[in-house]
């Protein structure tokens, strides 16, 4: 091997490494999730400055339709920074947003033919989630905190309801992982399968204990969605099946979701909405914030702005909390009110693209990848009605770039029954 070849060697396999211990960070913090992410796109630029291909794949992937639809949707966002409360702010929203979407592009172009550093990036994937479930888990179940805050980097005294806020993000991005790991676990030999459907738990239940009821949510759109293109995959017997497991599913979790604990109920808006599925803060966002799309409906406010509109600052009578703090905590009624029709319309779009696309080619071969990006859409997109700002730098990277580690794999296969379409007819 030349040096030339073993500098290139070295230089993948760190950005593997880098790129399957970015998200399992979070157990850390935000700031090294993203540091490990700068880290890794840093070593892809080196290594695709080297390898040409790298960036020629990229600009394949990015003039696909796919591609296509979401530049489309970048640019009917765009429609709204002249006219923003912040066009500055919203020009910078817009794009490192579009960087993230670029940066994910490259990592899955370097791992897209390079079995060797998936599985690297997979495994430290694994190993690294398992790491930060085990602590978090040691500190919640004995009080024990010393692994956690070690990893946390964080020995300031926390009160006594840390479990909920000190791990809620990683609560959250933990559900994201979800079918992901199990898409991994399903992949691998046996000893790597056990590690994966335990990590699989380890993040179901800390999405649980954590009381993360938008994950919660996401999980169950993940269920819906995964369920039912496996139903569509097996027929009309199976889709009458469908609807009585989708019943039974979303009962069990919106009992789930009414017995954890919450905050005190105050003034719903909506009576026919029990505060404990939806707490009567967000019911209060959601009712201000659609007032305001209502008055500027086509170009809305400029991204990552909506906190800004007059009112928003105003302390609700009962809360300690503004109108509209910091986000709307729905992803739908933040990308509408700040980009208004125009810009999301073509977002929407995108994201049924998507879907659809991942749908049929599930149900035409049974593709393992295409069900694991459903999965992934779901609980992401499902997940984004109820929490963090949709512009938030480390959850769009923790969804573009669980994406690319999944897009890179081969597609595989799913069992279940053959649809209609594999039988001829």
């Avoid at 592009?105 to 079995?115: G, P, R, T």
């Avoid at 676990?185 to 380890?202: H, I, K, P």
């Avoid at 909405?273 to 009712?287: A, C, F, G, L, S």
């Amino acid at each position: 091997m030349t040096v030339s070849a073993a500098t290139d060697t070295r230089l993948r396999s760190a950005a593997a490494l880098a790129l399957g211990l970015a998200l399992p960070a979070m157990v850390s913090g935000r700031a090294v999730l993203q540091g490990l992410a700068a880290l890794a796109l840093v070593l892809v630029l080196v290594i695709a400055a080297r390898d040409q291909s790298v960036f020629a794949r990229a600009g394949g992937a990015i003039r696909t339709r796919f591609g296509v639809m979401i530049m489309i949707a970048f640019a009917g966002m765009a429609v709204c920074i002249p006219g923003s409360l912040d066009p500055m702010r919203s020009l910078e929203g817009w794009a490192r947003t579009l960087a993230y979407v670029g940066a994910c592009v490259l990592f899955w172009a370097m791992l897209v033919n390079d079995e060797r550093r998936r599985r690297l990036t997979l495994r430290a994937f694994l190993v690294a989630w398992l790491i930060g479930l085990i602590a978090v888990g040691i500190a919640q179940i004995t009080g024990w905190e010393f692994l956690y805050r070690v990893l946390r980097n964080d020995f300031v005294p926390w009160n006594s309801n840390w479990p909920f806020h000190t791990a809620k993000a990683y609560a959250a991005l933990g559900a994201c992982c979800i079918p992901v790991t199990i898409w991994i676990a399903r992949r691998e030999a046996s000893a790597w399968r056990v590690v994966g459907m335990a990590v699989a738990l380890g993040q179901t239940a800390i999405v649980v204990s954590t009381v993360n009821k938008s994950g919660l949510a996401g999980v169950l759109a993940m269920i819906l969605a995964v369920s039912f293109a496996m139903a569509l995959r097996g027929g009309r017997k199976w889709l009458a099946t469908w609807v009585l497991w989708a019943a039974t599913a979303t009962a069990a979790v919106l009992f789930l979701v009414y017995e954890l604990p919450d905050e005190p109920a105050n003034r719903p808006v909506w009576d026919w909405v029990p505060p404990q599925i939806v707490d009567t803060h967000r019911q209060q966002i959601w009712h201000f914030t659609v007032g305001k799309i209502v008055e500027k409906p086509w170009t809305g406010y400029g991204i990552n702005v909506i906190n800004k509109v007059p009112g928003a600052d105003k302390v609700l009578d009962g809360y300690h909390a503004e109108a509209i703090p910091s986000h709307p905590h729905n992803w739908m009624l933040e990308i509408l009110g700040e980009t208004g029709v125009f810009g999301f319309l073509p977002v929407l779009l995108a994201v049924a693209w998507a879907a659809g696309r991942n749908l049929l080619r599930y149900m035409r071969a049974g593709e393992g990848r295409a069900m694991t990006l459903l999965g992934l859409s779901a609980v992401f997109w499902g997940s984004s009605l109820f929490n963090f700002s949709i512009w938030s730098s480390w959850w769009l990277i923790g969804y573009f770039l669980l994406w690319a580690l999944v897009a890179a794999g081969t597609p595989g296969a799913q069992s279940a029954p053959p649809s209609r379409l594999t039988r001829g007819g």
